[in-house]
């Protein structure tokens, strides 16, 4: 008794020959086909259909056929093997095919082309008809019987072919029309078939059961929605290995007593049959693998990153080569066009050019007290990286005698300038300053870019300065003498 009359199915519904009546037309597969009927009735020429190992070209192919069985215009001839050692034998195969008539021994191959010629000429003109080759397994054509068939392309009408040839092959046929520029550029139709997704999956299953089911019968609910797509998963969506799964599936179901095919029952099978296990596609797997990977390297990045930053103080600071900010001295703030009145800070971050340092010392130091001056250029020397100066740039063992220079930026004042350098505004700071600039006529103009020089005062005139109140004003005599100095 055959399996599928216990599963109350008329006739076995996974076969694995061309059935037409099981035929499934996917969105690719009614596509081809429309495209092919029209290039076969404007009568274009040739015409070839690829894919990879059972992707359903031979069952189309027979569909093709049959589609043009129920048409008395259109004469189609099938060559199943057209493995042929020579190009004789390969004329001889089609006459013999289309006329009936076997060449003899006797006759040569223009002979064999010249007949065949007037028969397509009759057919096609005379009684214009469509005469149609079909060619499967055209991967295994020679390059000589491939010559052949381009020479008969050349029979034709001003109008159309007189016979049209389909070529279903695999994939690498196209390798073989990448050697045989003069056939590639015949083709006028080049169709390439590709494995089905899981929506023509699903219907490819139903199907093939809703033709094999007897009436009223549950048969065409065999397979669960998770065996179906596991099935999917596992053919890879080729038509072929989803109809020797599925029947695979049956027959262990009906073994094991089950009513319907489920997840187990469909991967058991796969792993069975399939012979290749680079086959399977565990993509959750491989998800999972990079997904690790990925988090492996992110710590190993990050720990990095970690071990590369230290929070160092001043000293530890002064080993790097290039400081991560500019050394920041009373130039460079008042650039900024900040007019806070804020004490001079001497930074201890080196700087990347010795004399830039060397400058920013001389700089602040400037305002200071000739024992505080020594003092701070020690203390800046020592935060300095640790390496050899030049001579040339050695800082003096004592206060430098040049005066400080500040460049007045947006915002600045005199006065802010004056409680920037010393620290606090007095009126013996403001007349020294004024005293050191003769050019500067109204300090309470000042302009941008403008360079003022801030002189070095004694310990004496310092201490006297702070001890005294910020908005110290001169006195009547002090005035008088102002006056007549300026007069």
């Not at 159309?160 to 520029?181: C, G, H, R, S, V």
């Not at 040339?392 to 004056?418: H, K, R, S, Y």
Request: aromatic share 8%.
């Amino acid at each position: 008794m055959e399996y599928f009359k216990l599963l109350h199915l008329t006739r076995e519904p996974f076969s694995n020959s061309p059935d037409p009546a099981f035929f499934y037309e996917s969105n690719q597969h009614k596509e081809c086909i429309q495209k092919l009927e029209i290039a076969l009735r404007l009568r274009r020429g040739l015409n070839v259909v690829t894919g990879e190992v059972g992707t359903g070209k031979t069952t189309l192919c027979r569909q093709l056929i049959q589609t043009f069985s129920g048409d008395s215009r259109i004469s189609a001839s099938l060559i199943l093997d057209p493995d042929f050692t020579d190009p004789r034998s390969f004329l001889s195969a089609i006459i013999h095919m289309m006329t009936g008539r076997r060449p003899g021994p006797e006759d040569t191959i223009p002979d064999m082309k010249e007949h065949l010629k007037h028969y397509l000429f009759q057919k096609g003109v005379e009684e214009d008809r469509t005469v149609v080759l079909i060619v499967d397994e055209g991967q295994k054509m020679s390059p000589a019987c491939l010559e052949t068939l381009r020479e008969l392309l050349n029979f034709e009408t001003n109008e159309y072919k007189l016979l049209q040839i389909i070529i279903f092959a695999q994939n690498e046929f196209t390798d073989t029309l990448e050697e045989l520029p003069n056939l590639a550029d015949r083709i006028n139709l080049y169709y390439r078939l590709a494995p089905l997704n899981f929506k023509d999956t699903r219907a490819l299953i139903h199907h093939r059961l809703q033709h094999a089911v007897e009436p009223e019968s549950p048969g065409r609910h065999l397979f669960s929605l998770p065996a179906r797509w596991r099935i999917f998963r596992l053919s890879g969506g080729y038509p072929r290995k989803i109809i020797h799964l599925c029947h695979q599936c049956l027959l262990a179901m009906i073994i094991q007593n089950k009513t319907v095919v489920g997840w187990r029952i469909a991967g058991a099978c796969a792993r069975r049959t399939f012979r290749r296990p680079s086959f399977f596609r565990p993509v959750p797997v491989t998800i999972g693998l990079l997904f690790l990977a990925g988090m492996c390297f992110g710590a190993w990045h990050y720990s990095g990153i970690i071990q590369g930053t230290s929070l160092s103080g001043p000293n530890e600071l002064a080993e790097t080569d290039t400081p991560r900010h500019p050394p920041r001295t009373a130039n460079t703030e008042k650039t900024e066009g900040r007019s806070e009145a804020k004490p001079a800070q001497i930074e201890t971050r080196p700087s990347a050019e010795i004399n830039t340092a060397t400058t920013a010392v001389q700089t602040t130091t400037a305002s200071l007290s000739p024992v505080r001056q020594k003092q701070s250029a020690e203390a800046t020397l020592e935060a300095a990286p640790s390496r050899e100066l030049p001579k040339q740039n050695n800082l003096p063992d004592e206060a430098p005698t040049v005066p400080g220079q500040m460049t007045v930026a947006m915002g600045d004042t005199f006065g802010g300038l004056i409680q920037k350098v010393y620290g606090a505004y007095t009126y013996r700071y403001h007349q020294a300053v004024l005293g050191a600039n003769p050019g500067l006529v109204n300090p309470d103009r000042l302009d941008v870019g403008q360079v003022l020089i801030f002189p070095a005062l004694s310990a004496d005139m310092m201490d006297n300065g702070h001890r005294t109140s910020n908005i110290e004003r001169p006195t009547s005599n002090e005035r008088q003498k102002q006056n007549n100095e300026k007069k």
